[in-house]
Nanobody, 118 residues
Framework: DVQLQASGGGSVQPGSSLRLSCAAS????????MSWARQAPGKLPEWVSG????????YYAESVKGRFTISRDNAKNMVYLQMNNLKREDTAVYYC???????????WGQGTQVTVSS
């Protein structure tokens, strides 16, 4: 079974940085594209960023381009999301998922809360 556990969230002020981590297990991680999605209260899930299985290509939503960086470590079965210059509108629960695009709620495991407020 695909198991994904995100961590690293927190409550920060606008302009701050956070690094999210996702530990993956139960599948051959290095052969899967991965991505991050988020869901704010009362809103539909939003795809944030994706990365190819090799790490050689990355993708970003326009809302985070230039501020967020996705990366992965296939030796550790980990995917990361470095978030800089956080804005209030980044407040959401963040989830990692398989695939480099779209929303795959069926594989969401534990998410991590990111709250950006002053």
């Amino acid at each position: 079974d695909v198991q994904l556990q995100a961590s690293g969230g927190g409550s920060v002020q606008p302009g701050s940085s956070l690094r999210l981590s996702c530990a993956a297990s139960g599948f051959t991680f290095g052969t899967y594209d991965m991505s991050w999605a988020r869901q704010a209260p009362g809103k539909l899930p939003e795809w944030v960023s994706g990365i190819r299985s090799s790490g050689g290509r990355t993708y970003y939503a326009e809302s985070v381009k230039g501020r967020f960086t996705i990366s992965r470590d296939n030796a550790k079965n980990m995917v990361y999301l470095q978030m800089n210059n956080l804005k209030r509108e980044d407040t959401a629960v963040y989830y990692c998922q398989t695939g480099h695009g779209g929303i795959r709620r069926s594989v969401w495991g534990q998410g991590t809360q990111v709250t950006v407020s002053s």
